[in-house]
């Protein structure tokens, strides 16, 4: 049974049995900073088991994408080595929010295996907490199950937790009996039992989580609002069995990979060789590179990215091994598109970038992979054992892009270790010199400060009124004087705090006969307190005043802001999906957005995103902002940035059609306020990251009549309309080409500052020939070249030597001999030879066309004159 028919009998099972079938949620958890990955089907109702959402069903199926290869759950290590370790996997999984609960869920399990898939009861093996008596007696009593193949086992084994904490509870497993018919035989206890599943011969093929309780951070353990189920079985594990194959690796979900490494790599598959593991590998890493592309995730050096650079880096090492020396994966990338790209078809969506993004990291680690590679070699040499040191661990990382775990897997198979904490160690220090580095040139941001010094009521509360209001009357709840500047905590607060990219408002705060001037806004102590010089004074409490935003500075911030949103989509919508922020500065005169894409922007590309901006401002769309809840505001596709962590309530900053974030920022309220939008640069920032700059409203006015005015400027200077400028320039430039053509031929032709030093005419016997000595003003080498094939090509039979004046006061000598003289004794290379050492030179060349030195420039006039001799010496003429 093919694994796609078993993926769909899943689901049709449990739809039939009043089960919603959910499409897979992506691999990046939208709502759940605790994870990396997606690593199991409930991942997506998380928030459901805990009673922090409601959904219009109390049933549901799917068949969920999943990677572990990060955190807790963590499989790469193993990946390629054993026959059922994958870093991405799909979960078939059956769930219940407080509806049915252990009765139902362990009759499904066993009739969806038995009498659906038909496997042999008699192979079966049920396990259980060693506390659930109840599901026990569920498997023996309701469903029959000898009770002799039902074993206890703690909670290494059936207690689950997706992480540290959230939902979790007992388990119930079933698992496959994989020996051959003669092995079989005989009773089954519990220690061999738990040795043939270590080794293998036992497939755990579904878990059924008995989902009772939530564990906090200090690991109490609380009931859940209603008992729930939560259950998984592996697709990839499931195929091996209906297949009857030894391994994941050889069902046809893999197949087809593992083809497409041996017609890459230009050799079959051997399964039991070291080979074979390279190839498993391959196949594996293609499948979580592809989908964790296609689901937004982007190589870099922290976070989820990282772990994708990894599990990329480890596959181009492996197609070293291969023996090949150019991107790999990408090809097996492909085929993973092919095989599945119907299912998923974010594959197929996506594909062109999938393509790009893996060749584009495979190219940049084959850059470094060799010289890391021999530096390895001589840190571990082979047939010796040892510990490589951390910092060495860390240059291997730093200098040439190899992950630890890559390096300590490398060493392990030489059986050396690799000092890790002395690696933890060594990056430790290099993120300090970083951020010492940032806080001298002034970049670092600092922390909140402390309310230490502050008089009044530092601690009262504060409301930030900016969102709709620029100036108020409030009262100071609090102050600082440092001489002519102070700080002002205010009740009701104006001024927007820098966050988010967004830079910090300014303006000015009156009090009765004296003015601050707020110039700088800063946290302190969780709020926000605005600073500047202070004109008069107070001899006592501040008391009331009015603080004011300026007006026009706020506004051009935002519409910068409001920018960025539409940029951030025109990027999405042109280069794809995998754009996603980076970074970003809003300041009221331009704004700077750095985004991942592989790439530098097409001209076409540039003019197409700067079209699409502009288009938005122009349809005058409102941006409707409101606050939801975080899960309300994820499922309606508010985009978040990555690693971000969110509150319940989120901001959400909407432009009905085109843009949909997660914001704290200020904006305009339509975006025809933003008036215009012109890109100004573009350039990269990283690996992986790109950065444009713009400007927009009266900004974009100011960058556009600049341009006008050096376009003006450079029509004045080539005396014409600057209608007329593109068309004056190609003029000039085809003039320019002309007379340098002209120049050329004068330079062949003898021209161009040529000065006769010496011309003569030498008799042989075999027939006279010429000899020209010249002085040659020359822009570079290539004219004194051009000048001596000008001279061969013009002269019968002849030798010349020409002293070329170069740029700078620099000097070479040159001699050119035409081919019947050389096998009369006269060399060019023999020549200058000769004539170079009257300047105290050297030099050499061919028979033809020698070139030389000049130490003694003054020496150079003598030097040609001195040829005549040479020349009659070496060709045996007195």
């Known amino acids: 049974m093919k694994a796609a028919e078993i993926r769909q009998r899943f689901l049709d099972y449990f739809a039939s049995r009043g089960h919603d079938v959910r499409p897979s949620s992506s691999l990046v958890p939208g709502d759940d900073p605790t994870l990396l990955f997606t690593n199991a089907g409930m991942v997506q109702f998380k928030r459901v088991f805990l009673g922090l959402e409601e959904v219009p069903y109390r049933r549901a199926v799917t068949s969920q994408k999943c990677v572990r290869a990060g955190g807790k759950h963590n499989d790469l290590e193993e990946v390629g080595k054993t026959a059922r370790h994958h870093t991405f996997f799909e979960m078939l999984g059956n769930f219940s929010f407080g509806d049915y609960f252990k009765r139902d869920a362990v009759a499904y399990a066993w009739e969806f295996l038995v009498d659906d898939l038909g496997l042999d009861p008699a192979r079966l093996v049920v396990t259980v907490h060693h506390t659930d008596d109840e599901a026990e007696a569920l498997w023996i009593e309701e469903v029959g199950v000898d009770p002799g193949r039902i074993f206890r086992l703690g909670d290494k084994d059936n207690f689950w937790q997706m992480a540290d904490t959230g939902p979790c509870g007992p388990c119930s497993e079933l698992h496959y009996d994989v020996r051959p018919a003669e092995e079989r035989s005989g009773p089954l206890d519990r220690e ?88 498993r590998v391959l196949a594996d890493h293609a499948r979580a590179v592809a989908f964790l592309l296609a689901d937004g995730v982007f190589p870099s050096n922290e976070g989820r990215g990282y772990v994708l650079r990894r599990i990329l880096r480890r596959a181009v090492r492996h197609a070293w091994m291969l023996g090949r020396r150019e991107p790999t994966l990408v090809h097996v990338v492909d085929a993973v598109v092919d095989a599945m790209g119907d299912v998923y078809p974010e594959l197929r969506t996506r594909h062109e970038h999938l393509r790009t993004t893996t060749r584009a990291e495979e190219e940049r680690f084959l850059a470094t992979i060799e010289g890391g590679l021999d530096r390895f070699d001589e840190l571990a040499p082979r047939g010796r054992a040892g510990t490589i040191p951390g910092g060495e661990a860390f240059r291997l990382y730093d200098t040439f892009g190899f992950p630890l775990d890559l390096t300590e897997l490398m060493a392990e198979e030489r059986g050396w270790s690799v000092d890790a904490e002395g690696f933890e160690a060594a990056l430790e220090a290099q993120r300090a010199r970083s951020r010492a580095d940032r806080a001298s040139s002034g970049v670092e941001v600092e922390g909140a400060e402390s309310l230490d010094g502050w008089s009044g009521t530092p601690e009262a509360e504060q409301r930030f009124v900016g969102y709709g209001e620029l100036e108020v009357h409030t009262e100071v709840a609090a102050w600082r004087r440092d001489g002519h500047r102070a700080g002002l905590i205010l009740a009701l607060n104006p001024f927007y705090l820098e966050s988010g990219g967004q ?63 539409l940029l951030h989509a025109a990027l999405r919508e042109t280069l794809g999906e995998h754009v996603v922020q980076r970074g970003s500065l809003v300041a009221p005169d331009r704004l700077r957005f750095d985004f991942a894409h592989t790439a530098p922007m097409t001209d076409e590309e540039r003019a197409r995103v700067e079209a699409r901006v502009n288009e938005g401002i122009w349809s005058d769309h409102p941006v409707v902002i409101r606050e939801m809840a975080h899960a309300e505001a994820v499922s309606r596709g508010a985009m978040a940035l990555f690693g971000e962590k969110y509150g319940d309530e989120v901001r959400v900053v909407e432009i009905p059609g085109v843009s949909m974030e997660l914001c704290g920022g200020t904006h305009v309220r339509h975006t025809g306020e933003i008036g215009l939008f012109k890109l100004v640069s573009e350039s990269g920032v990283a690996a992986g990251v790109r950065r444009v700059e713009a400007q927009t409203g009266p900004g974009a006015f100011r960058h556009m009549a600049a341009i006008e005015r050096r376009l003006d400027e450079a029509a004045a200077a080539l005396k014409t309309q600057p209608d007329n400028v593109v068309k004056r320039a190609e003029q000039i430039l085809e003039e320019r080409a002309e007379l340098q053509t002209l120049l050329d031929d004068l330079r062949k032709g003898g021209g161009a500052g040529e000065t006769v030093v010496l011309e003569s005419e030498i008799p042989a016997d075999d027939g006279a020939f010429r000899l020209r000595a010249v002085r040659l003003k020359a822009r570079d080498a290539d004219d004194a070249r051009a000048w001596g094939d000008a001279f061969l090509e013009s002269v019968g039979s002849g030798v010349a030597v020409v002293a070329a004046d170069l740029p700078g006061e620099k000097h070479s000598l040159f001699t050119f001999v035409t081919d019947d003289l050389i096998g009369r004794g006269v060399r060019a290379d023999a020549v200058v030879r000769e004539i170079a050492a009257v300047v105290d030179g050297r030099g050499g060349g061919r028979p033809h066309m020698a070139q030389a030195g000049v130490g003694d420039p003054a020496k150079l006039n003598r030097a040609l004159e001195s040829a005549e001799g040479v020349v009659r010496n070496l060709a045996g003429v007195s």
């Open 503 to 565: 830079i910090s408002d300014s303006g000015v705060v009156q009090g009765e006969g004296w003015t601050l001037t707020v110039d700088e806004v800063r946290s302190v102590g969780g709020r926000s307190a605005v600073f500047g010089a202070v004109d008069g004074g107070w001899h006592e409490a501040p008391g009331s005043v009015t603080a004011r935003v300026t007006r026009g500075v706020r506004h051009d911030t935002e519409r910068n802001h409001t920018a960025t949103h």
């Open 192 to 279: 061999s039992f738990i040795e043939m599943g270590e080794d293998g011969r036992f497939v755990e093929l579904w878990n059924l989580v008995f989902m009772q309780f939530d564990r906090d951070a200090e690991g109490t353990m609380h009931p859940l609002p209603a008992p729930s189920i939560d259950t998984g079985a592996g697709l990839e594990r499931l195929a091996a069995v209906l297949q009857g194959v030894d391994s994941n690796f050889h069902t046809d979900l893999f197949r087809p990979l593992i083809q497409r490494v041996a017609e890459v790599v230009g050799r079959e598959y051997a399964p039991d060789t070291e080979a074979g593991v390279s190839y």
